[in-house]
């Protein structure tokens, strides 16, 4: 569905070092429409540094360390996926409904991507793609069904992302 509104913005990153918001943007996209959002949306992603996430990381979940994602949703829904929860929702203004905020490490995503020997764009939409699907509620606790459910959505997003035409070259996932 057409109409989502996702604000990227790098704060902190290296120039050498920056993700493709190109690439976000599609991954977002992607996850909406494989979750079945049929409401406009709007989410906010801020990449940055090691550093900056690691404040963020202690400062929200008591965790003194750099994360490569973080997740802060602003809507509660029943189950995991897109349930619509009405127009009450929606911003007033704007119509859309602000589904939350996502923060990716760079530098993370980068050492994540030589660590796990594959590229850098794939890393990238992996945890785009992830950090989405906790925005509308899904959850990867150890040894439960919710986290294969999650997987389960990451795998299926992904394997749509790999079919889409657009996405080639470095930046494919």
């Known amino acids: 569905m057409t109409g989502h509104r996702i604000y990227a913005r790098h704060c902190g990153v290296a120039a050498g070092n920056r993700l493709s918001i190109p690439?976000?943007?599609?991954?977002?996209?992607?996850?909406?429409?494989?979750?079945?959002?049929?409401?406009?949306?709007?989410?906010?992603?801020?990449?940055?540094?090691?550093?900056?996430?690691?404040?963020?990381?202690?400062?929200?979940?008591?965790?003194?360390?750099?994360?490569?994602?973080?997740?802060?949703?602003?809507?509660?829904?029943?189950?995991?996926?897109?349930?619509?929860p009405g127009d009450r929702a929606a911003d007033i203004e704007t119509g859309l409904l602000p589904l939350g905020e996502i923060i990716l490490s760079a530098e993370r995503v980068t050492e994540q991507a030589r660590e796990y020997g594959q590229a850098r764009g794939r890393e990238t939409a992996y945890l785009t793609v992830h950090s989405t699907l906790h925005l509308l509620g899904y959850d990867h606790i150890d040894g439960t069904d919710e986290k294969r459910n999650m997987r389960e959505r990451e795998n299926q997003i992904m394997r749509y992302l790999r079919a889409d035409s657009e996405l080639h070259g470095d930046e494919e996932p």
């Not at 090691?50 to 829904?77: A, C, H």
């Open 23 to 84: 690439l976000i943007k599609r991954c977002i996209r992607a996850a909406l429409q494989c979750e079945g959002v049929d409401m406009p949306c709007e989410i906010s992603v801020l990449i940055t540094n090691d550093s900056e996430i690691r404040g963020i990381n202690n400062e929200f979940r008591g965790i003194d360390r750099p994360t490569d994602v973080l997740s802060f949703p602003m809507q509660e829904f029943e189950r995991p996926g897109w349930t619509a």
